[in-house]
């Protein structure tokens, strides 16, 4: 009975909670990017057309702002999603020569990318909520999660 309460005054506020997700994933996002391209605001900005460094950078960076504003949020999660996973495989599942990686994501370092590869599927099946560029346009939303 408390939990049907909980549930029920939670559910008017899925697409702002879905909205408040999408904004801190999308900012962290975008500072990946703007810390290989730019440097900022930690770290060394990775020379210009480093693969894949660089061309992740960009990635990050465009797709990152999208999602922070809500704009083309379906497309935009779904490719950050992709790199993700494109970023797992490649970079954090196979072992590296000379290197001992393990299956699971703890061993290898992946679980923030893993995080971010399912939270950004998530957003591309869900909408951009209810606080959005997308939203503001009539567009992309989901109203009801």
């Not at 500072?31 to 060394?44: A, I, S, V």
């Not at 990318?113 to 939270?119: D, K, N, S, T």
């Amino acid at each position: 009975m408390i939990m049907n309460g909980f549930e029920t005054r939670l559910a008017g506020y899925s697409s702002h909670f879905l909205s408040l997700f999408r904004i801190v994933a999308g900012l962290m996002f975008m500072l990946h990017g703007t810390m290989k391209l730019f440097g900022w605001p930690l770290g060394e900005a990775v020379p210009v057309g480093t693969w894949p460094f660089w061309f992740a950078g960009v990635i990050e960076l465009v797709a990152g702002l999208l999602i922070t504003i809500g704009l083309f949020t379906r497309i935009a999660a779904f490719v950050a999603s992709g790199q993700m996973a494109v970023a797992y495989f490649w970079m954090h599942w196979p072992p590296l020569e000379g290197e001992e990686r393990g299956f699971w994501p703890m061993q290898n370092g992946g679980e923030a990318v893993l995080l971010y590869c399912f939270g950004f599927l998530a957003l591309a099946a869900l909408g951009a909520g209810a606080w959005s560029v997308d939203a503001a346009r009539g567009k992309g939303v989901s109203a009801t999660v």
